[in-house]
């Protein structure tokens, strides 16, 4: 089969090209989706590749159910997405050409298991990414801290080190920096550690978990630090605002925006989306990334 190409968008017309590497949530509030709506709203053109699927049991108190994908079909789905896109493509027909976007930015969410870690960041390692955004998800909402270690490790030791961007909630900074959290002091100097640990631009986010009528995150960089506050909508966690955040700061970045001006633009995103959030037969409502229309 082949595709007429005739149809091709001029150069000033081609959107940033931005990959996610994530897990599928079936309801849809949070993981690939949540990043794929994420990206369109803020005007990208998204990709997913699937590490597995998570399935809420509305049996079994909403656990998750966990569906690894296999390792080989997460190879294939990076491979083809960066013959087509990537930086170093060979793409037969496209390498070359003017204009040509190119995909130099991706997101990094759910992996699961030690083995995919290993094959994203093999994908990573190989690739020529000029951003890579890390969303650490250690545990998911539901699931008990610890449950997986090993994967915990893999993450710390195979991703962290080749992010640009991190972006842990409370529970991910206090594991990430091994310190306690408690303020937003304590999550100034957790993000400070992170940042010395990994080299990367660090947004730690206190989210519903700190006190306080503020929700508050944390920025770092290594030279600037800024407190980003907004008022709590709420006391309860929202699903899919993680995802959600870092996916912001993902397009903003593939956009050319400084990381600092990612970060104010994803939290403003994010708190609008929390605003207008999705009410379900779930115990959480999920956020709407419509909402700062
Ligand atoms: O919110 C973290 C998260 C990320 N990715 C997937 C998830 C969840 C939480 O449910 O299911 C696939």
Not at 82 to 94: D, F, H, K, M, Q
Not at 201 to 229: F, H, I, N, Q
């Amino acid at each position: 089969m082949t595709f007429a190409s005739t149809a091709a968008q001029s150069p000033a017309q081609s959107p940033a090209v931005v990959l996610t590497i994530a897990g599928s949530e079936a309801t849809g509030g949070a993981g690939a989706q949540a990043d794929l709506k994420t990206f369109q709203e803020l005007g990208v053109f998204g990709i997913a590749n699937l590490t597995c699927i998570v399935s809420f049991d509305p049996n079994d108190n909403w656990n998750h159910r966990f569906v690894p994908m296999e390792q080989q079909v997460i190879a294939d789905q990076l491979e083809a997405t960066t013959a087509a896109y990537g930086a170093a493509a060979g793409a037969p027909s496209g390498g070359t050409e003017p204009g040509r976007p190119v995909l130099d930015t991706v997101k990094i969410g759910m992996m699961g298991s030690p083995a995919t870690i290993g094959t994203v960041a093999a994908a990573l390692a190989a690739g020529d990414f000029r951003n890579v955004v890390l969303d650490p998800v250690l545990i998911c909402k539901g699931q008990e801290p610890g449950h997986a270690l090993d994967t915990d490790q893999a993450l710390k030791a195979e991703i962290l080190p080749l992010a640009t961007f991190v972006t842990p909630n409370h529970f991910e900074a206090e594991s990430l920096s091994g310190l306690v959290i408690t303020d937003v002091e304590s999550l100034k100097a957790a993000a400070i550690r992170i940042h010395e640990l990994s080299g990367a631009v660090v947004l730690a986010k206190g989210g519903v978990r700190l006190s306080g009528p503020d929700a508050v995150d944390v920025y770092y960089d290594g030279e600037t630090l800024e407190v980003l506050s907004a008022p709590k909508v709420g006391e309860v966690a929202v699903s899919g605002a993680g995802c959600s955040l870092a996916a912001a700061v993902t397009a903003e970045l593939a956009k050319g925006a400084a990381p600092l001006e990612a970060a104010r633009t994803a939290k403003a995103f994010v708190t609008a989306g929390i605003r207008n959030r999705v009410a379900s037969g779930a115990p959480f409502d999920a956020l709407w990334q419509g909402g700062s229309r």
